[in-house]
């Protein structure tokens, strides 16, 4: 079960998080969670160099080394890099210590300042414990969820999720998997395609 616009109430337990950015223009910031994945990502890559589309990518550490010449790719393109633990660890269920070590191991590979937590999971004290090591953290959520990973979902509704929810300022979460492949393919450049006419721009984080 998930939500594809964030709710309130997580929004109000964990306001230091960033769950969209300014409304007042017309700006979306579509994200990757992930990759780097061979076919994948490169695909996103070319469709949004298609559009002239900049945007985030929260890479997993150990596809980064699994793939090293496709993260190089992202960089080179001008799109912004995150960190997304280097094994994709749920925090609610990861010891504390165990959690910021993997974290660290990713971030020796990505630099960022950027991080969001596999599957949106993560404990108030991770976050106080990991913004004492990096003060300048953002943890990075969304407000539109577009359900590419769910291998149920036509991917024409997946389409109409992130349209239908999408607007100034949106955090928009695609996933550059091969899971989320066959729905990723039809909604990327269709999403694209649609708030490009509407005069969007999208910018990396």
């Known amino acids: ?19 969209s950015r300014s409304s007042d223009q ?19 890559l070319k469709t949004l160099k298609s559009f002239n589309a900049k945007a985030t990518f929260f890479c997993i550490g150990d596809n980064i080394c699994k793939h090293p010449y496709i993260f190089e790719q992202i960089k ?3 799109h912004s890099i995150g960190n997304h633990t280097f094994n994709h660890l749920k925090g609610w269920v990861t010891p504390d210590d165990v959690y ?7 971030q020796e590979l990505t630099g960022t300042n950027l991080f969001r937590p596999p599957y949106g999971r993560i ?3 991770q976050i106080t414990k ?3 090591m990096l003060p300048d953290l953002n943890i990075v959520m969304w407000n539109v969820l577009s359900g590419d990973f769910d291998i149920e ?9 992130v349209i239908r929810n999408t607007g100034n300022g949106s955090i928009v979460v695609f996933h550059d998997s091969l899971k989320a492949y066959e729905r ?5 450049p269709e999403v694209l395609k649609h708030f490009s006419k509407m005069g969007y721009r999208f910018d990396s984080l």
């Open 1 to 19: 079960m998930y939500l594809v616009k964030s709710p309130l109430l997580l929004k109000w337990y964990y306001p230091s998080l960033t769950w």
């Open 184 to 188: 990723l393919t039809y909604a990327l």
């Open 76 to 78: 080179n393109d001008g």
């Open 100 to 106: 910021l070590e993997n974290f660290q191991k990713c």
């Open 123 to 125: 404990k108030r004290s």
């Open 26 to 44: 017309k700006v979306i910031y579509l994200t990757f969670d992930d990759g780097p994945i061979p076919d994948v990502t490169t695909f996103v």
């Open 130 to 132: 990991l913004r004492s």
């Open 153 to 161: 979902l036509d991917p024409k509704k997946c389409c109409s999720n």
